[in-house]
């Protein structure tokens, strides 16, 4: 593939003809429950069916769908919370984007691109809190240098080393890229490429994209296919939920799931989920042209886990630490924590609103995150080992689909939280982890359990960074 764009990936017809034709069948309690129990074969569903549960407003039903997301990702996922921090190393844009605080004619944000040394003091201070996966945010400008200052930035990141440890894996959250500099991007020992359509409506994309590269709707959607083509088998899709109606962006999300299913034999690993909030300078984003509603956004939340049962749903300081609460088990399998989104936020203390690019609902320190996540009996997780042994792309499905994956990801899991509780962990919090820790060695299946505790007692006897 080269990097002629394609134009193909999101049919709006079908889907708006989807949307209309399945209205009146939302209350068919006899069908809706057909759908949920083909849900739990989890092979996820049909556009006709996830349409069909987006529609459904008897609560009967809803509770139904909730307590089927909750199966679901009990059985795919166990009782595990993914953490991370993002690591926002420049602030700069040349787009003209309505709903973000970084868009270049916003004069209310204090432009700012961290340079090496101040990359490396941000990354010790998350290594210091005990954070192991970070997501590096670039605005969508680059310095002076170009391309190579993320490809810097990264190598930056991986190479500072404290007493307590190191950052394991680097995701990324960039612009659209050329093949070429995808796979500069994948020689630097990337996990996850990070990328958000925004909105799948065309003509709102038109709308709130007013100009720079990001205007270019084709390009930017056709960024994914480059990032597989290049080798990064791990990509992560989403939308900003407001812009349009959530009900339209999650049968495209199917959509651009299926053509990369298609494509490449496995889908996206990923999928986030914000809403719109608040940002310096941006009326938009004050009043959302399609608010989503607490109760929507927990819907949205249950869909996606029902109808794409294997790809990881991230959920970010955004929200609220109720709201956080509640996603968990609804579907959510990776969380954000302690969060600053201004470039120099870590290690400055500052959580200064005219250089961020939204406001945070959740400003928790991770300390105080791992030990509400543990009071609702979840394992935080800081596990990559599934990246650092090439459990990545179709690898990683062939393991999950069977449901073999928990033999790696429990464990890693229980090991890595081990290490979080014995090397950065409050009193407060040790005394709850070590507490959930012993029960859930205790509720596992025999092979699990000696394969965790093997990991667990490695890490208490003072090794570290031991994974399966």
Known sequence: ???????????????????????????????IKEVLAKALELKGLSAEETALLMNVSDPTLERAISDTAKRIKEQIYGKRLV?????????????????CAFRAKNKAVKR???????????????????????????????PKEGFSYVTRSIETVYSVKTDKGEIRRVNVNVAPLTLDEFRMLKA???????????TYHRETYQRVHLSGKKRDYDWRISATDRAMTAGIDDVGVGVLFG??????EILAILQHVAHLEKTFGVGPHTISVPRLEPATGSEMSEHPPFPVSDEDFRKIIAI???????TGIILSTRESPETRRESFALGVSQISAGSRTNPGGYSEDDRDPDSSQFSLGDHRT????????????YIPSFCTGCYRLGRTGQDFMDLAKPGDIKYHCDPNALSTFTEYL????????????????????????????????GLVQQVRAGKRDVFC
């Open 188 to 198: 630097t020992g990337i996990g996850t490429y990070q990328l958000f359509q925004e």
């Open 304 to 310: 996606l886990r029902i109808s794409v049962p294997y």
């Open 243 to 248: 812009l349009y109606d959530w009900r339209f």
């Open 112 to 142: 700012r691109s961290l340079d090496q040394e101040e990359i490396a003091r941000e990354v010790v201070t998350l290594v210091n809190q005990g954070h192991k996966r970070l997501l590096v945010v670039v605005g969508e400008a680059y």
């Open 1 to 31: 593939m080269n990097d002629a764009v394609q134009t193909t990936i999101i049919d709006e017809g079908k889907i708006q003809e989807t949307l209309f034709r399945t209205r009146s069948l939302s209350d068919d309690s006899g069908h």
């Open 422 to 453: 014995l090397d950065y962990a409050s009193e407060e919090t040790r005394q709850a982890g070590e507490a959930l820790i012993e029960k859930t060695l205790a509720q596992m299946d025999d092979k699990q359990r000696e394969i965790s505790l």
């Open 366 to 377: 991770l300390d105080e995150v791992i030990r509400d996540v543990a009071s609702l009996g």
């Open 83 to 99: 953490l991370f921090a993002p690591l926002y190393i420049s602030n700069l844009c040349q787009n003209e984007c309505l709903y």
